[in-house]
């Protein structure tokens, strides 16, 4: 069911998800969004596809549960005690909630990226009204990061290739950073020449509205359901910083 909603819907459900996942604190709201998001995964066919997501933020959640624990402020409820450092309740409730929001927030995304294609949300965008300058805005933000990963992977061979040792203890790999950072750079800057250049030479300047040729299905329910979630969120938010939702575990 989540194949068939047009790319503009995916976009909302991703954005609001996150979000409500990010905005509502306690634990209900991260904890429903995870689930909701996950199952949505597994019903999509892309739960293989989604672990590099978990493996990506895995870096992230380990620093965010150790800070918490251990150095969160003012907390005097020990639990046990590691040299120095002490972990404490307070600690550790607020960095598993922690944890669980960037969870949450990860999987949003995943979901979204593994089920639409960025030139597919610039067209359903475009076509909605949004301009093109707009559309352009959107897509590359989405685009950037798997570019500058595939990029970062193509330079990483290469410098192999030459005989560069990226694998090794701190100092090695440290060494091999900037062989690495250099090129990445370069690139980007590059790519950025090459692609104002293809743009103008596109007509993207010009006046006027293009013609869109592939359009998506935009039904009533879809319609409806993208105006329940923009509302929603927004009164969610609202309302959990206004402290409405105090009652809310």
């Given at each position: 069911m989540y194949r068939s909603l047009n790319p503009t819907t995916k976009f909302v459900v991703a954005i609001a998800m996150a979000a409500i996942a990010f905005g509502v604190r306690g634990w209900v709201a991260p904890i429903?969004?995870?689930?909701?998001?996950f199952a949505l995964i597994v019903a999509a066919g892309v739960t293989r596809r989604y672990v590099p997501y978990v493996l990506a933020t895995s870096a992230l959640l380990v620093s965010i549960m150790l800070i918490n624990t251990f150095l969160y402020p003012d907390a005097t409820d020990a639990i046990f005690q590691i040299g120095p450092f002490t972990a404490t309740g307070t600690g550790?409730?607020?960095?598993?909630?922690?944890?669980?929001?960037?969870?949450?927030?990860?999987?949003?995304?995943?979901?979204?990226?593994?089920t639409t294609r960025t030139d597919e949300l610039v067209d359903d965008l475009e076509r909605r009204g949004l301009g093109r300058r707009g559309?352009?805005?959107?897509?590359?933000?989405?685009?950037?990061?798997?570019?500058?990963?595939?990029?970062?992977?193509?330079?990483?061979?290469?410098?192999?290739?030459?005989?560069?040792?990226?694998?090794?203890g701190v100092?090695?790999?440290?060494?091999?950073?900037?062989p690495l950072a250099g090129p990445l750079?370069?690139?980007?800057?590059?790519?950025?020449?090459?692609?104002?250049?293809?743009?103008?030479?596109?007509?993207?300047?010009?006046?006027?509205?293009?013609?869109?040729?592939?359009?998506?299905?935009?039904?009533?329910?879809?319609?409806?359901?993208?105006?329940?979630?923009?509302?929603?969120?927004?009164?969610?938010?609202?309302?959990?910083i206004s402290g409405a939702l105090w009652w809310v575990p």
């Open positions: 429903l969004v995870f689930a909701t998001m550790l409730i607020a960095a598993s909630q922690a944890a669980l929001r960037v969870l949450a927030f990860a999987t949003s995304v995943a979901l979204f990226a593994l559309a352009f805005v959107v897509g590359t933000a989405i685009g950037t990061v798997p570019r500058m990963l595939e990029r970062a992977r193509e330079i990483v061979d290469a410098q192999r290739s030459r005989g560069l040792n990226t694998e090794g100092l090695a790999r440290f060494r091999g950073l900037l750079v370069l690139s980007a800057l590059t790519e950025v020449e090459h692609r104002s250049m293809a743009l103008e030479a596109r007509a993207f300047t010009a006046p006027g509205r293009r013609t869109v040729l592939r359009e998506y299905p935009d039904s009533a329910a879809q319609r409806a359901l993208r105006w329940l979630l923009v509302v929603g969120s927004i009164l969610l938010l609202i309302a959990a």
